[in-house]
């Protein structure tokens, strides 16, 4: 930030400047508030005392500021801003459409799901001008979001043979690692995240790879890509993740965006031999079901949470309406609630659910046709904070980095 530097005594923040600025602020986990200014006896220092007007929500690991109207605080004229660390969507698809970077089996293609996605984000054809349309919606999705430093984009590993063999036929989504390791060189806020199934015959070799290429995690999706995560198998790749200190994103819980080939192992319970190897684990979804009639795993969610110190679940589709009753629980449970992740599950839409928000913050909400940042602003709207925000960047052990988002709009009784 330029022009000034906040710091922290017992509660009250206070700013170094390089120039007279009037700022308001307050620090984290205070009382609450906006701040006034008090002059100290150290030149060019100030110190911002709290007042009780500032939301809580603003406060939860972060610094909210406020500066005047011709102020040298970058960006902010006027309006309010937190300070953050680096916020990242750890949950981001992207598709291939030619065989040197991945396929689509003309079964997944013509599903509603995925017609439905195209037809909404324009895409046309399937072809090698398709993929970069694709590409390229997701870097203008990404660069429209001004509320995250990164995303996580995710490779997809296919299904293999007891062999270690490729099956085609059972394939409906590759999107190969050399494609999304292109995709982060070309694109700043695009991080690599690699898929390995471990079923294939070189999955240690393709991991190590793909760690040396800078992956940030490791996605699986076994109900699609056809593997059991408690199988023996696994074990020298739960070691390797171990040594790498590289989390695993691991999808749990319903599937409906993809074929579904073995339901059975949607369990997060299948993950206890990662986690008692000292792998950091994100259950994606934190084991919601996709449908009424599917099993719900969100209590055994719970359960681990709370028994493993190393397991996280993240937000990805929880603002479809079929997930979205995990809110209840995820939300009210102190600590499931320190265990959550930020993703979003891009391009699957993101609708505000109303068991939570009124109806008029809903609509307002539907209107950003960025389905990336309506995500984020309708998880801003349910009141996770600033440690939410921050806890991706952490778990992938990302550089750290303060950053100001606007907080738009306002909060009652300061714009």
């Known amino acids: 930030m330029a022009g000034i530097a906040v710091g922290m005594e017992g509660g009250i923040v206070e700013a170094a400047v390089a120039e007279p600025l009037v ?46 109207r011709g102020s040298n605080l970058t960006g902010a004229l006027g309006g309010w801003y937190c300070r953050t660390g680096m916020v990242v969507d750890c949950h981001v698809h992207v598709s291939a459409c030619t065989p040197e970077n991945g396929e689509m089996s003309e079964a997944l293609q013509n599903s509603p799901a995925f017609r439905f996605m195209r037809w909404r984000l324009k895409i046309e054809g399937y072809d090698a001008n398709a993929e970069r349309q694709i590409a390229q919606k997701l870097k203008d999705t990404l660069e429209e979001t001004p509320e995250l430093d990164a995303a996580v984009i995710l ?20 999107v190969k690692n050399d494609y999304v390791v292109e995709l982060s060189r070309r694109n700043q806020k695009m991080l690599f995240g690699a898929s390995v199934n471990p079923y294939r015959k070189d999955a240690v070799e393709e991991l190590e790879r793909c760690i040396k290429a800078g992956a ?17 198998k696994c074990i020298p790749i739960y070691e390797m993740l171990a040594h790498y200190k590289l989390p695993l994103l691991c999808h749990t819980g319903g599937e409906k965006s993809l074929p579904v080939l ?9 993950l206890e031999p990662a986690l008692k190897r000292g ?57 499931v609630r320190s265990k ?23 609509f307002h909400l539907l209107r950003d046709a960025n389905w990336m940042r309506r995500d984020v602003h309708i998880k801003q709207s349910l009141g996770l904070g600033m440690d939410y925000w921050n806890r991706g960047a952490t778990l992938l052990r990302l550089p750290s980095t303060d950053r100001d988002i606007p907080i738009d709009p306002a909060p009652h009784g300061m714009a």
């Not at 220092?45 to 909210?64: N, S, W």
């Not at 490779?155 to 490729?166: E, M, T």
């Open 262 to 270: 073995d339901m059975g192992v949607a369990d997060p319970a299948l």
């Open 23 to 68: 700022v308001e602020a307050e620090a984290a986990r205070a009382a609450g508030g906006t701040a006034v200014e008090e002059k100290t006896d150290r030149p060019n220092v100030i110190r911002l005392k709290p007042l009780p007007t500032l939301p809580r929500k603003y406060l939860e690991g972060g610094i909210c500021l406020r500066a005047n």
């Open 155 to 174: 490779a997809f590993d296919g299904v293999y043979n007891r062999d270690g063999k490729l099956d085609p036929s059972l394939t409906h989504l590759h």
């Open 340 to 362: 959550l992740v930020h993703g979003s599950d891009w391009p699957i839409p993101a609708f505000p659910p109303v068991s939570h928000l009124s109806w008029a913050e809903a």
């Open 279 to 335: 792998v950091t684990v994100i259950a994606a979804h934190c084991g919601t079901r996709s449908s009424a009639n599917e099993h719900d795993y969100v209590p055994t969610f719970v359960r681990m949470a709370k028994e493993y110190e190393n397991l996280y679940g993240d937000t990805a589709a929880l603002d479809l309406p079929t997930r979205s009753y995990a809110w209840e629980t995820v939300l009210n449970d102190p600590v």
């Open 216 to 232: 940030v995690l490791l996605k699986w999706l076994p109900v699609t890509q056809d593997f059991d995560p408690s199988n023996e």
